[in-house]
């Protein structure tokens, strides 16, 4: 219960702060708008789509996914900001959950991630993406649970390392294999075998092919819940480690 509340407590905290200032919500979709606007019509000839929707029914999944990883990677430069300021320091005296602290923040990065997912499905729309209500919700899933890991992971790390200056392209050196091996912005179906292979052992992989798969309507798909699964996992495991680096730094 106590950590029900307290996890609470930093979660409006942190909310007000992002809704102080909500110009970062749309910076961060602003990318995927553009992608999906402007990169997104070339996909039909380019996948053999059978039609303009087809294409982005293939297409707006990874792009979700590729904004839930991306989004949830750099939200440590936020905490390194909190650390210079103190605010980190002054949660010593407080009796607050440390796993709290990890929490709040991280549900925080959740709902931001679902609000700029709800703008970028709303906009498919628009070009004739159809996707069941069931099956948008479980995709809404994957997406907050990719959130909370990535955002967790990039909390520990900005704890371990302390600067921007480390963070930033160490980050970057772990974001680029990712994208380029999960099939984000084409199926990896049209890659080389060899490539495929190594992709397996991306999680990431395994959450856009079930994320494609119930985009496609396809809710009994093994990839969905293989991917829902991993990436649970992964999520529980990235919120302890984070919580473990916390509880260090708060002690």
């Known amino acids: 219960m106590k950590l029900a509340r307290d996890t609470w407590l930093i979660f409006q ?15 961060g979709v602003f990318q995927p708008v553009m992608y999906l606007l ?7 000839p380019a996948l053999n789509a059978p039609t303009q929707a087809a294409a982005y029914k293939i297409f707006v999944p990874g792009l979700l996914v590729l904004l839930a990883i991306f989004g949830g990677l750099f939200q440590g430069f936020g905490l390194i900001a909190e650390l210079r300021a103190g605010v980190i320091e002054r949660s010593r005296v407080t009796p607050v959950s440390r ?3 990890l929490l709040g923040r991280s549900l925080r990065d959740v709902v931001s991630l679902i609000v700029q997912a709800v703008i970028i499905t709303l906009l498919a729309l628009l070009f004739d993406l159809r996707v069941s209500l069931v099956d948008l919700l479980l995709a809404y899933l994957m997406l907050a649970l990719i959130a ?11 704890l371990k390392v302390k600067s921007e200056d480390a963070l930033a392209p160490l980050m970057n050196t772990v974001a680029q294999p990712v994208l380029l091996l999960s099939g984000i912005l ?11 292979g190594i992709a397996e052992w991306n999680p990431f992989s395994w959450a856009v092919d079930g994320t494609r798969a119930l985009f496609a309507g ?7 819940w293989q991917g829902l699964g991993i990436i649970a996992v992964l999520a529980a495991a990235g919120v302890v480690w984070a919580a473990r680096q916390f509880a260090r730094s708060v002690r």
């Open 13 to 27: 905290r942190q909310l007000q702060l992002l809704l102080r200032n909500p110009v970062w919500v749309f910076v």
């Open 38 to 44: 402007l990169f997104a019509p070339l996909l039909k």
């Open 99 to 101: 796993l709290a602290l």
């Open 148 to 158: 909370l890991m990535t955002s967790a992971v990039s909390y520990g790390i900005a």
């Open 186 to 196: 084409l199926p990896l179906t049209f890659a080389p075998g060899w490539l495929q």
């Open 218 to 224: 396809e809710l009994g798909d093994d990839k969905v």
